[in-house]
């Protein structure tokens, strides 16, 4: 299959496709002026994309990802930091898995 | 009103690349167990050793990688493809943009080859960072560089183990990404401000991903909720 350069145009394209995306938005936002407005989306970007990442993980999850979720935010909110409260979601689905299970 | 300082001069040092090495622990080991899923499912798509690693090395794209095996067929189809990896990694667009105030200054080659790395958890995490420590492009890029080793190897491996990987999800270990997002928001999510966005940007990804398509649910949500920062900055003034 290695021989088919079918395979490795799809792979080329895929690259430049992706290689475009992630260099294509800070390279259009060099010709955009920095004004109040500009900096007030930009810095709102993070907030709003972990918003979106975390409602389309919990759209296609069950209660025990919901129940991890909330274990992570809340560990890292009030309890440790980032990483502890990772590990404290991670640790929650696995145990509520194997209860569940 | 700035809630993000511009960054006067970035810095880009061998010590921030450790640190970022450092603190990609957690995110590699993510990559890692997406690279082995990514490489059991190719070894099974029929996809042959030098392939998967190849597209794992030149694509880097887990998401976009995944998605392209479930369309994959013979003869390829290509705009298929292509259009598909652009729907999955289109939220990379809106990551890189907001980079531009903090990376303007680092250098052009060395700041477009650190964007090549680009993960979704190293640019929250780089951006966290910078809140509070020196900005130094060095951070993102070690990030970069541990993902992308875990990435390769993981896909090395998986590709190797086939149908024999087992469930990762027995133990979890497909919690870790959801599981780094939830404590992201943690201490991305402190002011008032924040409401507007973490709100318009759930509520239109999961309108996007319920009604068009849910590849698009990203670039939908967190195009729609950024552009809140807009109106937050007009009413104060």
């Not at chain 2, 943009?97 to 190293?122: I, M, N, V």
């Not at chain 2, 319920?210 to 195009?223: D, E, K, R």
Request: with cysteine.
């Amino acid at each position: 299959m290695t021989g088919n350069p079918e395979i490795w145009l799809a792979i080329a394209g895929m690259a430049l496709v992706t290689y475009l995306c992630r260099a294509g938005g800070f390279w259009a936002m060099g010709f955009v002026r920095m004004t109040p407005r500009v900096e007030g989306w930009l810095a709102a970007m993070p907030s709003a994309l972990v918003a979106a990442i975390l409602a389309r993980t919990l759209a296609s999850a069950g209660a025990v990802e919901i129940a991890g979720v909330a274990a992570a935010f809340l560990v890292a909110r009030f309890l440790g930091g980032d990483f502890t409260g990772m590990i404290a979601g991670i640790g929650a689905v696995a145990v509520l898995r194997a209860v569940s299970a | 009103m700035h809630d993000q300082p511009r960054a006067p001069a970035t810095a880009f040092t061998w010590r921030g690349i450790e640190a970022g090495v450092a603190a990609a622990v957690p995110l590699a080991a993510n990559s890692a167990v997406g690279g082995v899923i990514f490489g059991a499912l190719a070894a099974q798509a029929g996809l042959d050793l030098a392939v998967s690693a190849a597209m794992s090395a030149l694509v880097y794209a887990g998401g976009a990688q995944v998605a392209s095996l479930q369309i994959w067929a013979n003869p390829i189809p290509l705009l298929a493809v292509w259009a598909t990896t652009f729907a999955v990694n289109s939220r990379y667009i809106l990551q890189s943009a907001s980079l531009r105030p903090w990376l303007a200054e680092g250098g052009t080659a060395r700041t477009y080859g650190t964007l090549f790395t680009l993960s979704d958890g190293g640019w929250a995490l780089a951006l966290k960072r910078w809140q509070t420590e020196t900005v130094d492009g060095g951070f993102l890029l070690g990030i970069g560089i541990a993902q992308y080793a875990a990435w390769i190897g993981g896909t090395l491996a998986g590709h190797a183990l086939g149908n024999r990987i087992g469930s990762p999800a027995a133990y979890g270990l497909d919690f870790i990404f959801p599981a780094f997002f939830a404590a992201m928001a943690a201490s991305l999510w402190k002011k008032r401000s924040d409401i507007g966005p973490v709100a318009v940007g759930a509520g239109a990804a999961l309108a996007a991903h319920l009604f068009v398509a849910g590849h698009w649910s990203l670039l939908i949500g967190g195009l729609a909720g950024s552009l809140v920062g807009v109106f937050a900055h007009d009413r104060k003034s």
